[in-house]
């Protein structure tokens, strides 16, 4: 691995399990074994390794969910194996993670997330569509309107506005969030998939 | 009726028939038959008139909300009943009315929407929670969860951000977000219920 691609990984580990405030390039440094300068060679400062540590996750992440798309017999199986590794992700994250990005990162926040919608939206009305096909979704969706909602409620959970930290579980707002959505556009015949691979 | 509430009732005609931009006090005084100094006598500017408007068109819907719930055999019954109704109140409003307050009154925009939230949120968990009582709602979902997500994704039909006036329709976000929500939170025999009152 390049030296790098070395830093972002550490750092964005670092990051997820502490949150990012705490966390000084010393720290990044000493924990990688690697002098600060060679930190500083490869990146201007902690605000653009954090933007690269991001970017990172975001391709680690979409490339998991392609991999669990191949390997479902149907749309319903790989949505619940998404929703379960999604969940697990959740759980692994440090919520001061959240609240930092949102505190002290809020343009790269709004970029990040501007830039993962268009993705996250045009991969769900392919999947959707493909949900369709197999008669597991009604056809009666409008499968852009119910992608962007679902996109848009995902970006909810962050949110301190709506869900304050203090007073919400984000892994509880996740799950209410997709197992609804499943449910919401299922035909019959999805339903009972859904019962079959939550049993 | 009083002046002032007919002052209100007519000129929330108005707004919700052409506009707000478009409607000036003078047309309004000329509606009902009065003079422009009479609804000065009543309300500082439009800007109050407006707020006084917006106020009475959400006590009216909530009125007639409490009145189908009054009048319905479950909360299914119920919650198709508002969304038919709210559909239809939907199809009577110019879109000029959502684009103007938006752009030109933001900060009551804010206001009120905030303020009816607090209200919607409470009525829903009331709902959902009788829901569960009848066996319709699934016990499984966080009632307090799931209201907040649908007020939220009610509050996206006006966003322009998300859905651009021009590529989508203020009726089928609507119709995509109620029917697939309770579709999600319904048990077994609440999509029964949706069957035979939808059939």
Redesign the interface.
């Known amino acids: 691995m390049e030296i790098r691609d070395k830093i972002i990984l550490g750092s964005s580990k670092m990051f997820i399990k502490f949150g990012i405030r705490s966390i000084t390039m010393d720290m990044i440094a000493e924990q990688l074994g690697i002098s600060k300068r060679t930190i500083y060679e490869n990146f201007t400062d902690k605000n653009e390794l954090l933007k690269y540590s991001l970017e990172a996750g975001m391709v680690e992440q979409k490339a998991v969910v392609e991999e669990i798309f191949k390997n479902s017999e149907n749309v319903i199986d790989a949505m619940l194996k998404t929703i379960k590794h999604n969940a697990n992700t959740l759980k692994s994250i440090n919520p001061l993670f959240f609240f930092d990005i949102q505190k002290y990162y809020p343009e790269l926040y709004k970029l990040l997330i501007k830039k993962n919608d268009r993705q996250k939206i045009s991969r769900l009305i392919e999947m959707l569509n493909k949900g369709i096909q197999e008669k597991i979704i009604r056809n009666?969706?409008?499968v852009?309107?119910?992608a962007?909602?679902i996109a848009?409620?995902f970006k909810?959970i962050g949110n301190q506005e709506?869900?304050p930290e203090d007073k919400?579980s984000k892994i509880?707002?996740f799950e209410?969030?997709s197992?609804?959505?499943?449910?919401?556009?299922?035909t019959e015949k999805g339903?009972s998939l859904i019962e079959k691979y939550n049993s």
């Open positions: 009666e969706i409008n852009e309107i119910v962007i909602l848009e409620q909810m709506i869900f919400f509880e707002i209410n969030i197992i609804n959505f499943i449910r919401g556009i299922a339903l």
